[in-house]
């Protein structure tokens, strides 16, 4: 069960992420030849294996490697491999390190760099290929790609990550200071699955148990007993209790953080992100870093970005609740690896294509939701639009739907402050949004936020309803001055569009805990009911508010099971069961202008 749920994850996140420039056309189709379970050594003595698609023809082609811990053999992973073969390339698509038919210890992250390496100067002298070897696929498999390129194999000439992180501790395993609970544990319980079984599998002989008597004590396995509970986590997954021991940003995340290493990646690369996808913020700072600190010149001019709608949270005309017609269904599938590497390994002209030819575009695809359509940026952030604070008012009654909060372009002067109870033991529920990876059980994407809102520890500032359409596009960030009767506690912010009709549609969200107000690399505890000026990342959007619609600042201190609650005590997050409430306030007036920061272009006069 878990790991149908992960596979689907993952071929959501790959199918849906592709994208098909209208230039791009099938050159010549190939029948391809598939060779499963071809072993290769790593430099340490462990097989790896994986199946190989190729063009059954002579010549010499591109190869595209993809090194997966979701088992090369499922569909999602067949599929493109023969799409992709049949126009003209060698798809290769390995299990890596520890993982299904590979050898070896699979521990996230740890063995990525040195396995790609070897893995990309392995298929690049394989003798069907033609030395250029490209690398695709999404989520973990984007992370496989970056990993590799930190290495910069020289015969590595291009990557296209899908949905996929900069750094695996911020964006990845906790998101400004907090722990990423509901995918870092479903996630682990996933992979576990795997592991389990190879564990089982060692003690698989039958012949060992044969002289059993009576034959009613067969051993089906031959193992005496298998961990449990805890025990199970820290002998199957130990890299989890790992993530929990490390919550500062410190060597264990710097030895394989992307950000700390962009300037040792060397070849051009199509991003693709989406709104409400768990590592957006990831595949935004992919692409912003890379074009100003990749290795070479030629590296830096390569970068390109599209962002799509779903991601991790799904694809289709449907997500979550919103209907976002036929333009979510525009790029489908495997075509746009083919477009991407039609031109950087074969020339082709096509939209990819930003200097020069009848084809040339811009480097930057986003999806404007509301519009429902897509459109070209000549870099993200988008230079054009303009930066805008909203600020918070109220007359100290901004609690839930009922109370009087505000949002305005025009400065605060003198207003009450606005204060909530945050409970660890009555959290606000993660309602939808960037979640992953198993929506069976926790649905992700654009869901209706007036559960939440409905909540007396949730703050909410509402603008008046538009009088014309209005555009939020780009990064988007909450200033808030704050305090709190606890040691620690956390604030969370969330920007919604609301209906006339009053459907409140979540757009994007973020945290700060408040230990990690000044850096993610050392802890500084608040003192009690001392205030403090804190920016809370909610990553970034692009969305137009229709006339008549309202746009709308949520404000509280939890988000579970999303994130992890904080327990306000200052203690230990990992290992710590007591937790104690805390009156969080948050000022808005002259002196203290909290606000809500956006960048877009607006329509009509700010309300």
């Not at 209790?241 to 953080?257: E, G, I, N, T, V």
Request: charged share 20%.
């Amino acid at each position: 069960m878990f790991q149908r749920r992960i596979l689907h994850a993952i071929l959501v996140t790959f199918a849906a992420s592709m994208w098909v420039p209208h230039c791009a056309q099938a050159q010549h189709s190939y029948e391809v030849v598939a060779q499963n379970g071809v072993p290769m050594k790593t430099r340490d003595g462990v097989t790896l294996r994986a199946d190989i698609y190729r063009p059954k023809a002579d010549g010499k082609f591109p190869v595209i490697l993809m090194r997966t811990p979701y088992d090369k053999s499922s569909g999602w992973a067949v599929s493109p491999g023969y799409q992709i073969a049949a126009h003209g390339y060698v798809v290769v698509v390995q299990d890596a390190r520890g993982r299904y038919t590979s050898e070896g210890d699979f521990y996230p992250f740890r063995h990525e760099s040195n396995d790609g390496y070897d893995t990309v100067e392995w298929v690049a002298a394989l003798p069907y290929s033609n030395g250029k070897v490209g690398m695709m696929g999404g989520s973990y498999v984007g992370a496989t790609q970056m990993l590799a390129a930190i290495a910069h194999p020289p015969h590595l000439a291009g990557i296209c990550p899908v949905v996929t992180a900069s750094n695996y501790h911020d964006g990845w395993t906790y998101q400004g200071g907090a722990l990423e609970q509901w995918f870092d544990q479903n996630w682990t319980t996933q992979l576990a699955t795997n592991t389990l079984w190879r564990l089982i599998a060692k003690d698989t002989n039958a012949l060992l148990a044969a002289p059993t008597l009576p034959l009613t004590h067969y051993p089906v396995f031959n193992y005496s007993s298998l961990p449990a509970g805890a025990d199970a986590t820290a002998q199957i997954a130990p890299y989890y209790l790992d993530w929990l021991a490390h919550p500062d940003y410190d060597s264990y995340w710097k030895q394989w953080s992307i950000e700390e290493h962009f300037s040792d990646i060397q070849v051009p690369a199509l991003h693709i992100g989406a709104w409400y996808d768990i590592f957006l913020g990831g595949s935004l700072r992919n692409y912003m870093g890379l074009k100003t600190h990749a290795g070479t010149e030629a590296a830096r001019k390569g970068q390109r970005l599209l962002i799509q709608i779903g991601g991790h949270a799904g694809f289709g005309r449907r997500i979550g609740d919103v209907e976002f017609g036929d333009e979510a269904l525009k790029f489908p599938s495997t075509n746009v690896v083919i477009a991407w590497y039609d031109y950087l390994f074969k020339g082709t002209q096509n939209e990819f294509a930003v200097e020069g030819g009848s084809a040339a575009g811009k480097p930057v695809h986003i999806c404007v939701m509301g519009q429902n359509a897509y459109r070209q940026e000549s870099d993200w952030p988008p230079p054009e639009n303009k930066l805008t604070r909203y600020f918070l008012h109220s007359g100290g009654s901004a609690n839930s739907l009922r109370g009087d909060g505000a949002l305005s372009a025009t400065p605060p002067k003198k207003e009450a402050s606005d204060k909530f109870t945050y409970d660890p033991g009555n959290p606000v529920p993660s309602i939808g949004g960037s979640l992953c990876c198993d929506a069976e059980h926790y649905e992700p994407g654009p869901r209706d936020q007036r559960a939440a809102e409905n909540r007396n520890d949730v703050l909410v500032y509402s603008t008046k309803p538009l009088a014309e359409d209005m555009e939020v596009t780009g990064p988007v960030l909450l200033e808030l001055w704050a305090k709190s009767s606890a040691v620690d506690t956390d604030f969370t912010g969330k920007l919604v569009d609301a209906s006339p009709e009053g459907f409140a549609t979540n757009l994007t969200d973020g945290i700060l805990r408040m230990r990690y107000r000044d850096s993610q690399e050392k802890q500084s505890l608040m003192n009690p009911d001392q205030i403090y000026k804190v920016t809370v990342d909610l990553w970034a959007t692009s969305n137009v508010f229709k006339k008549g619609h309202i746009m709308r600042l949520e404000v509280s201190s939890s988000n579970f099971p999303r994130f992890d609650r904080n327990l306000n005590t200052g203690a230990d997050q990992a290992t710590s069961r007591d937790f104690v409430s805390a009156t969080n306030v948050i000022l808005h007036d002259a002196d203290h202008p909290s606000a809500l920061v956006v960048l877009g272009r607006p329509t009509a006069a700010a309300p």
